[in-house]
């Protein structure tokens, strides 16, 4: 197997430490900030790597330093038997976290095998707690169904239980206390996100960002916020605040107004095999062919280092400073890979 001779970095000199594998393109909901309708093609079921394909190419990143490991999509839980990519995936050596994305709404039912197949922690995506507003921004989606998958993975003893809720402007930001109070009375760990211009096919416009000023503002005016706690563990993106009380812990993800390009260790893996070095990216680096032409690890490895070694976006920076100089940012002159094809 390869060794490393000296640690992979970019061309702003940023490690490779996350790896974000999206499982599939399908979701069973059609979010309004997320899911793109008609400008999107389906991936064909053979373009979609196999187990056996993620986990080779997830032992290859591991090996080039990422030490966690977050499954993604479309929506995870729609691909059949993951819970055996999870077994497979917790024995790789040196790998440290292993965590998974869901809409919740099919965790029920799957938190048991997933659990006993090595998942210790579960982000859901619940952006309000009324049941019709759900339904709507969801596209489809039964919020009795999702939080009976979030119970269940508490129940399960998974550690932490991470909600994560988008706030978009007239939408759900009468949302964000509730969520809060809900939050600090179970025990989940609530992280609220910044709507982000993802994708093409979202109607993305800066006026409905909802700021993390804004978001914290708000919090403070209803519940014993403190101050600035974190920035949750190192370079992760979420800025985190404790509550005076004891009652847990909140935190907001800020990619919009303090965007977090100079910390950023992530790489993508699309679930048709592309390597994206960045969530606004238009392209993504074939790496399917060269696993499914026989190449050997070496020469896989090669093409990563390759890759990341010439990365240098900072998209996010780049967006805040074009809005911030007035020069007119539109997101549709911008085209990106489409969020469900690489993963939130
Ligand atoms: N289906 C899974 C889920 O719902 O969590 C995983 C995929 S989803 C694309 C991952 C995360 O991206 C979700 O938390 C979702 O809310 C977030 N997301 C999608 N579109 C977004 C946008 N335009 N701005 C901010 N977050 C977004």
Same mark, same amino acid.
């Given at each position: 197997?390869?060794?490393?001779?000296?640690?992979?970095?970019? $061309?702003?000199?940023?490690? &490779?430490? =996350?790896?974000?594998?999206? &499982?599939?393109?399908?979701?069973?909901?059609?979010?309004?900030?997320?899911?793109?309708? =008609?400008?999107?093609?389906?991936? =064909?079921?053979?373009? &979609?790597?196999?187990?056996?394909?993620?986990?080779?190419? $997830?032992?290859?990143?591991?090996?080039?330093? $990422?030490?966690?490991?977050?499954?993604?999509?479309g929506e995870p839980l729609v691909r059949r038997n993951l819970y055996s990519l999870i077994e497979k995936l917790s024995s790789i050596d040196g790998l440290e976290d292993l965590c998974l994305t869901t809409n919740g709404s099919l965790l029920a039912g799957q938190v048991g095998p997933l659990a006993r197949a090595g998942l210790k922690r579960v982000n859901v995506s619940i952006d309000t707690l009324d049941p019709d507003k759900f339904r709507r921004m969801t596209g489809r989606g039964n919020l009795e169904n999702v939080l009976a998958g979030l119970f269940a993975a508490k129940a399960q003893g998974l550690r932490p239980v991470k909600i994560n809720a988008v706030v978009e402007r007239g939408i759900n930001d009468d949302d964000i206390i509730p969520l809060a109070e809900f939050a600090r009375e179970h025990g989940f760990h609530l992280r609220f996100i910044e709507y982000m211009d993802v994708g093409n096919a979202n109607q993305w416009a800066s006026a409905k960002v909802v700021t993390k000023g804004e978001i914290v503002q708000t919090l403070r005016a209803h519940l014993p916020l403190e101050e600035f706690v974190s920035r949750g563990g190192g370079n992760a993106p979420s800025v985190d605040y404790r509550y005076a009380d004891g009652k847990g812990e909140v935190g907001v993800i800020a990619s919009m107004t303090e965007p977090f390009c100079t910390g950023c260790t992530r790489a993508r893996l699309t679930a048709d095999g592309r390597l994206v070095t960045c969530l606004f990216s238009p392209r993504g680096h074939d790496l399917k062919t060269l696993l499914r032409r026989g190449a050997t690890d070496e020469e896989i490895v090669d093409v990563i280092v390759k890759v990341w070694g010439g990365r240098a976006d900072r998209y996010s920076e780049q967006r805040q400073e074009s809005l911030n100089s007035g020069s007119g940012y539109r997101a549709r002159e911008h085209r990106k890979l489409e969020m469900i094809s690489l993963g939130g």
């Open positions: 197997m390869v060794k490393l001779t000296r640690m992979l970095i970019d $061309a702003l000199h940023r490690p &490779v430490k =996350d790896l974000r594998i999206s &499982v599939t393109d399908r979701c069973n909901f059609r979010c309004i900030y997320c899911m793109p309708l =008609d400008e999107y093609r389906w991936m =064909d079921r053979e373009e &979609v790597l196999t187990f056996t394909e993620i986990t080779r190419l $997830a032992t290859l990143f591991v090996r080039l330093g $990422a030490t966690k490991i977050r499954l993604t999509g």
